[in-house]
Structures are given as structure tokens and as C-alpha cells.
């Protein structure tokens, strides 16, 4: 069978140069009742099947991540950590001395452990044992760690990590020095398929008694509702047979108004935000709507400052207010009249950028839209300088080989001759020059091309002008 081939193979692959394997049948304190069996007898592979059956139980799962290589961890990592517990836990690790006799290795299974408990007895408690031998300090229950320095590590190594195996060592004095013998107690596969089956059966039926309980109260609890029937609800749809019963019946239809039902709240007036409402069919009624919805719940409108140009040429766009000469031109609620925001705080000066084409970005404009979302929950930034944030995002993934290869001034010129009407409207001089100083901390610009790049935005706004009287430009 390839099953028992299997197995097999495993026994044989524990480091073991032995090539005799002797069992033995020992009653605990009577060491003169053992039997010697060859191993070629079928009672033998069924019991070192039995064997390799418990050790695989202990360590298969190891040793077939070790063989097909597919461990989570590097092996040097592990002898490394290992070492560094021993050390931690005043193992020795040091000097590396290897056994000076063959180290024997007693695998003893406890094949048997019910007999012990149904005795209570430890002198009918039955071992069979396997014996064999190493020439190094070697795991004989995994391969993870290979050849341990000292025997100390090996013994902390299956006291730490094979605390499920009895170990017992055994130490004798021979010509050639002391000699060490490994007994390692290997516990019982417990066969708990019939406690599991009825463990499973018994919690199906606690299962089926808790929902058949749950569904008698959930009866119960429904029932008296469906009873009481409104009378509205029987107004509309009487059955015919009902009618008749209730004509027949001496007991007053109104025998139903008895029982007082739960009152009804007063329904609360749904207000619908201005931009979900339908247009009303007549205009009078539409302005009269607006109207109200201006003077009592709607937000401020923008105030226009028309008088703040002064004798500003017309191509220059309108200053930003007095007050905040050095901040955005465009004041609550920054957006036009026909559009609106849906952020729960209201618009925000960076809804501005919703304005800007994302065209030029084709199927790549989802990053964009992503990128400036997350810069905009930015808790400890301005929303000035999310949107010059947002505005560089959208030029230097466009433009990041010239802006690389041509020249970083060259590159910033350019991009404030794109977005300086963004810039003006929502962001404003002074996060202009904030950005700018980022740039020169990182070294791409110095402080005299930090003073050129402003006072070209300033020759596209105009500052010069602004709330001056400017003379008039003269007819091209």
C-alpha cells in the first residue's frame, strides 16, 4: 500500500545508522518481560505503521513545508532566533562539542494509554519501543534545525518546541566516556471519531431545540399583532364571508376600536435640499420658492465686489478682497450660483479644481481624482495649499521628463503660466510662495528663482494695479 510505503519512509528517514530495530513489549517495573520480534512479521509494520502514524501527527506538517520548500521562514533565520533564546535563557552554545559515543534514541509509543486508565493501574500499562542511534546532536523528531553545538541546545530545542513528547534522558559510563540515551514517550492518536459524531449529533439537536424554542416564542410574540387587525386595513378589503359573519353576528363592529392601538406620531414635513426639488410649472411660483429658500435656510451668496477693480485693466482677473490681499480671489461659497457641493461641511475653496478638464489624463484621470481626495481629508493642511498640492500633482504627471531634463526653473515657469488663473482663483500668492519654498528646502530652486517665478505670476494678475488707479491701456 503507498500509504504504508510512506510512513515507512519516515521511520527510517529519523538519524538512526542502527539497522536493527528491536521491539519490545515491557510492563512498567518489570524489565525482564521483553520479547525480541522480527520486524519482518506483519505484526510488526502494523505497530511501527502505528508508530509513524503518531509521529506524523506530531511533525507531517513540518517536515512536507521542509521537503516541497514552501516553510514561511528562512532556515537561517531560524537557527539564528534559536541561537539568540538559547543565549537569553542561559543555554550553552559554546564550545561546539560533538558526542563522544553514539547517542541511542529510544522511541517509546504509548499505544495502549486507555489500559492504563481503565486499570488505574501503572504496572499493566503496556510501551512498545523502537530503538536506534545518532552520531551527532541531532533532532530525532524534526529536521528544522539540523546539528545543534552542544547537547544543552538540544535538549532546550525539545523542551521548548516538542513539549507534546515525554523526554527523558539517561546518562552511563563506558570505556570510550559517557554515553547518552534519548527515551522520547510518544502519546496516543486519540480516536475520538465517534465522540466527535456524537458531539456533533448532540449540538445539531440543542440546535434544532434552540430555533423550534426561539420560533414557539417568535409565534407567540408575532401572534398578538396579526390579531388585532386595523379597522382601516378592513375597511378597504372585507372578505365576503367576513361580511356576512359580522352581519349575523350581534356583536358590534366596533368591538376592534377597543383595544387601543399604539399613536400615531404627526407626520413631520420633508424638506428636500434645494437641489434634489423639482421645477415648479409656473415661474412665479419658482421665484417666489427661491426667494424664500434665500431669505430663511439657504446659504450667504457671494457678495459682488464689482467696485473693488477700480480702474483695473479688464485683463487682469479681480483682485481677492482687502482684507486677505495675499489669499484666494474667489470668497464663500466659491462657487457659481448653478452648481453645488455635496461635502458635509459645505463647498470648500478646492471644489474649485472640479472646474479643471481631466481630458488630458485620459484613462489615468481616476488617479487624479483619487490623489486630490486623499490630499483634501488632510486634517493638518490648508486648503490653499491642498489645492496647490492638487494643481503640481496634475502638471508633474504630465510634464516630469521636462520638468527633469529642461531645467527645474523652466518647469515651475510653466506651470504657473498653465494654472495661474487656478492659482489666483483658489489658492492666492502667499500658497504660491509657500510651494515655492518647499521646492527650494528639497534644493530644486534657490531663493533668487523662488523671487523670479513670483514676480512672474504677478505680471499675470496684475498686482501692481490692484486697488489703484491704474492708467487706462491704450488701443492696440
Not at 511501527?48 to 506530531?58: F, S
Not at 510501551?127 to 538540544?154: A, I, K, V
Not at 471519531?193 to 420560533?215: C, G, I, K, R
Request: hydrophobic share 35%.
Amino acid at each position: 500500500m503507498p500509504g504504508k510505503a510512506a510512513r515507512k519512509a519516515v521511520i527510517w528517514e529519523l538519524p538512526s545508522p542502527a539497522k536493527v530495530v528491536r521491539k519490545s513489549q515491557a510492563a512498567a517495573g518489570t524489565p525482564d518481560d521483553i520479547i525480541d520480534l522480527a520486524y519482518s512479521s506483519d505484526e510488526g509494520e502494523d505497530s511501527i505503521d502505528q508508530l509513524a502514524t503518531a509521529l506524523d501527527a506530531l511533525t507531517l506538517a513540518p517536515s512536507r513545508l521542509q521537503q516541497f520548500k514552501q516553510l514561511p521562514f528562512l532556515l537561517r533565520n531560524l537557527h539564528n532566533g534559536f541561537r539568540h533564546r538559547c543565549e537569553r535563557s542561559g543555554i550553552a552554545t559554546a564550545p561546539k562539542s560533538a558526542p563522544t559515543a553514539p547517542v541511542g534514541v529510544v522511541y517509546r509509543y504509548d499505544w495502549e494509554a486507555g489500559t492504563q486508565e481503565a486499570s488505574g493501574s501503572e504496572s499493566d500499562h503496556i510501551y512498545e519501543e523502537w530503538r536506534g542511534g545518532m552520531d551527532t546532536w541531532s533532532c530525532p523528531l524534526c529536521r528544522l534545525h539540523g546539528q545543534f553545538d552542544t547537547r544543552e541546545m538540544l535538549a532546550f530545542h525539545l523542551r521548548q518546541d516538542h513539549n507534546e513528547v515525554k523526554v527523558l534522558w539517561n546518562q552511563s559510563q563506558r570505556r570510550e566516556g559517557i554515553t547518552w540515551e534519548i527515551v522520547l514517550t510518544i502519546p496516543d492518536i486519540p480516536d475520538d471519531t465517534d465522540n466527535l459524531v456524537d458531539e456533533a449529533s448532540s449540538s445539531d439537536s440543542e440546535d434544532d431545540s434552540d430555533v423550534l424554542h426561539d420560533h414557539a416564542q417568535t409565534e407567540i410574540r408575532v401572534s398578538p399583532p396579526l390579531v388585532s387587525i386595523s379597522p382601516v386595513v378592513a375597511a378597504l378589503s372585507p372578505p365576503p364571508a367576513m361580511e356576512e359573519a359580522q352581519r349575523r353576528s350581534p356583536t358590534p363592529p366596533d368591538i376592534v376600536d377597543e383595544v387601543p392601538g399604539p399613536p400615531q406620531r404627526p407626520l413631520s414635513p420633508i424638506l428636500i435640499p434645494k437641489k434634489f426639488r423639482e421645477p415648479s410649472p409656473t415661474p412665479s411660483s419658482t421665484a417666489q420658492a427661491t426667494t424664500r429658500t434665500r431669505s430663511t435656510t439657504g446659504p450667504p451668496r457671494r457678495q459682488h465686489t464689482l467696485s473693488t477693480r477700480g480702474s483695473l485693466p479688464a485683463r487682469y482677473p479681480s483682485p481677492p478682497p482687502p482684507s486677505d490681499l495675499l489669499g484666494p480671489a474667489a470668497q464663500y461659497p466659491y462657487i457659481p450660483d448653478g452648481e453645488y457641493s455635496c461635502r458635509p461641511g459645505g463647498p470648500k475653496v478646492y471644489d474649485l479644481l472640479s472646474s479643471l478638464a481631466l481630458e488630458p489624463f485620459g484613462v489615468l484621470s481616476w488617479m487624479i481624482v483619487d490623489r486630490e481626495e486623499e490630499l483634501f481629508e488632510l486634517d493638518d493642511v490648508r486648503d490653499e495649499d491642498k489645492v496647490m498640492m492638487a494643481l503640481w500633482n496634475r502638471w508633474i504627471m504630465l510634464h516630469r521628463s521636462e520638468y527633469i531634463f529642461k531645467g527645474y526653473l523652466k518647469g515651475i515657469l510653466a506651470f504657473v503660466d498653465e494654472y495661474w488663473r487656478t492659482i489666483h482663483r483658489a489658492a492666492g500668492w502667499g500658497a504660491l510662495r509657500a510651494c515655492l519654498v518647499m521646492l527650494v528646502a528639497n534644493r530644486f530652486l534657490s531663493a533668487s528663482e523662488v523671487v523670479k517665478v513670483l514676480k512672474h505670476y504677478e505680471s499675470h494678475t496684475g498686482m501692481e494695479y490692484w486697488y489703484q488707479d491704474a492708467p487706462s491701456e491704450e488701443p492696440n
